[in-house]
C-alpha cells in the first residue's frame, strides 16, 4: 500500500508542479484568504479515482469534498494540495498529503514535497523515511536553541485560541520561529529534525493524518497544547522531538506559570 500512495502522490505532485506558474482558476471557499484552485481540484480528483479503481471499498476523507463511505476498515485521508495560498501567490512551497487509517489507527502515510521532489513516508513499526533516507527527530533539549514552526488558522482574524499572544509568547523563549504555510511539510520538518517543534490550532484532519505517523515514526511526541494524546480531528497540534514538548506545552498554556519548567530546559530571555 505505501508504494501505492508513494505513487499516486507523486501522479498529483506532477499535476501541481505543472500549474504552477500558470493562471489557474481560484475561487473564495469562505472568504478572500481560503482559497481553492482547479489543481487542487484536479489533483484530488486523480488521488481519488486511484483509490476507487485499487481499493474499491475504502473510504475516503478529501479536503474538497471527494468524500466516500466505503465498507473496508481503511479510511484514506487526503489534502491534494497543502499550502494553497503559497501556490497561488507562486511561493514553491506546497506538499501532498495521504494518509490511511485503519480501525482508528494511522498506518502509512505520505507527504509529497512538490518542487524539492522529496516523498516524505512512513509505515507503523517500520520508521520514516525522506525518500530512501531514514530520518530522525533532533536531539535538541534547549528550548532557547530550538527553530519551531507554526501556522496560522484561516480563521486567525478572530484570534481562535490567542493565537498572537502564544506566537509572542514562544518567539521571544526559542531561537527562532517560521510560518512557511504547508501544515503537512512543517510537520515532516520536525520528522527530519530541521524543526525541532510545530504547534497550530484548527487544522483539519487531511493537513495532519499523514505527518502525525511520519513524525511518529522518527520518534516525535504528538499532543495537544495540555501534553493529551491527539487523534486527525483535535483542533491542537503539538509535534516536537520529544524533549522540549513539557516547555512548549507550559508556554501554549499562559496559565501555567514559567517557573515550572522541568530542570534542564530553559527559557531564554
Ligand atoms: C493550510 C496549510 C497552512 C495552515 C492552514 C491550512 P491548505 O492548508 O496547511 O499551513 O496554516 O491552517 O489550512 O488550505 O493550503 O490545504
Ligand atoms: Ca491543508
Ligand atoms: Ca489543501
Same mark, same amino acid.
Given at each position: 500500500?505505501?508504494?501505492?500512495?508513494?505513487?499516486?502522490?507523486?501522479? $498529483?505532485?506532477?499535476?501541481?508542479?505543472?500549474?504552477?506558474?500558470?493562471?489557474?482558476?481560484?475561487?473564495?471557499?469562505?472568504?478572500?484568504?481560503?482559497?481553492?484552485?482547479?489543481?487542487?481540484?484536479?489533483?484530488?480528483?486523480?488521488?481519488?479515482?486511484?483509490?476507487?479503481?485499487?481499493?474499491?471499498?475504502?473510504?475516503?476523507?478529501?479536503?474538497?469534498?471527494?468524500?466516500?463511505?466505503?465498507?473496508?476498515?481503511?479510511?484514506?485521508?487526503?489534502?491534494?494540495?497543502?499550502?494553497?495560498?503559497?501556490?497561488?501567490?507562486?511561493?514553491?512551497?506546497?506538499?501532498?498529503?495521504?494518509?490511511?487509517?485503519?480501525?482508528? +489507527?494511522?498506518?502509512?502515510?505520505?507527504?509529497?514535497?512538490?518542487?524539492?521532489?522529496?516523498?516524505?513516508?512512513?509505515?507503523?513499526?517500520?520508521?520514516?523515511? $525522506?525518500?530512501?533516507?531514514?530520518?530522525?527527530?533532533?536531539?535538541?533539549?534547549?528550548?532557547?536553541?530550538?527553530?519551531?514552526?507554526?501556522?496560522?488558522?484561516?480563521?486567525?482574524?478572530?484570534?481562535? +485560541?490567542?493565537?498572537?499572544?502564544?506566537?509572542?509568547?514562544?518567539?521571544?523563549?526559542?531561537?527562532?520561529?517560521?510560518?512557511?504555510?504547508?501544515?503537512?511539510?512543517?510537520?515532516?520538518?520536525?520528522?527530519?529534525?530541521?524543526?525541532?517543534?510545530?504547534?497550530?490550532?484548527?487544522?483539519?484532519?487531511?493537513?495532519?493524518?499523514?505527518?502525525?505517523?511520519?513524525?511518529?515514526?522518527?520518534?516525535?511526541?504528538?499532543?495537544?497544547?495540555?501534553?493529551? +494524546?491527539?487523534?486527525?480531528?483535535?483542533?491542537?497540534?503539538?509535534?516536537?522531538?520529544?524533549?522540549?514538548? +513539557?516547555?512548549?506545552?507550559?508556554?501554549?498554556?499562559?496559565?501555567?506559570?514559567?517557573?515550572?519548567?522541568?530542570?534542564?530546559?530553559?527559557?531564554?530571555?
Amino acid at each position: 500500500m505505501l508504494n501505492n500512495i508513494i505513487k499516486i502522490s507523486k501522479e $498529483a505532485g506532477s499535476i501541481i508542479r505543472e500549474g504552477f506558474g500558470k493562471n489557474n482558476v481560484v475561487e473564495f471557499k469562505t472568504d478572500e484568504g481560503n482559497l481553492v484552485t482547479e489543481i487542487d481540484k484536479k489533483a484530488e480528483k486523480t488521488i481519488i479515482d486511484f483509490v476507487i479503481k485499487n481499493y474499491p471499498t475504502d473510504s475516503i476523507l478529501a479536503e474538497e469534498g471527494g468524500n466516500k463511505y466505503g465498507t473496508s476498515e481503511n479510511l484514506w485521508v487526503i489534502d491534494p494540495l497543502d499550502g494553497t495560498t503559497n501556490y497561488t501567490h507562486g511561493l514553491p512551497i506546497f506538499s501532498v498529503s495521504i494518509g490511511v487509517i485503519r480501525k482508528k +489507527e494511522i498506518i502509512a502515510g505520505v507527504v509529497y514535497d512538490v518542487m524539492n521532489d522529496i516523498a516524505y513516508l512512513a509505515e507503523k513499526g517500520s520508521g520514516a523515511f $525522506a525518500n530512501e533516507k531514514r530520518i530522525e527527530v533532533s536531539s535538541n533539549s534547549k528550548l532557547g536553541r530550538s527553530l519551531l514552526a507554526t501556522g496560522f488558522a484561516y480563521n486567525i482574524k478572530e484570534n481562535p +485560541e490567542h493565537t498572537f499572544e502564544k506566537f509572542a509568547a514562544i518567539t521571544k523563549s526559542v531561537r527562532s520561529v517560521r510560518r512557511l504555510g504547508s501544515a503537512a511539510l512543517d510537520i515532516c520538518h520536525v520528522a527530519k529534525g530541521i524543526y525541532d517543534g510545530f504547534w497550530e490550532v484548527n487544522l483539519n484532519p487531511w493537513d495532519v493524518c499523514a505527518g502525525m505517523i511520519i513524525s511518529k515514526e522518527a520518534g516525535g511526541s504528538i499532543t495537544d497544547f495540555t501534553g493529551n +494524546e491527539t487523534d486527525i480531528y483535535s483542533k491542537q497540534i503539538l509535534v516536537t522531538n520529544g524533549k522540549i514538548t +513539557e516547555s512548549l506545552k507550559n508556554l501554549l498554556n499562559p496559565d501555567f506559570p514559567l517557573e515550572n519548567l522541568p530542570s534542564g530546559q530553559t527559557i531564554c530571555k
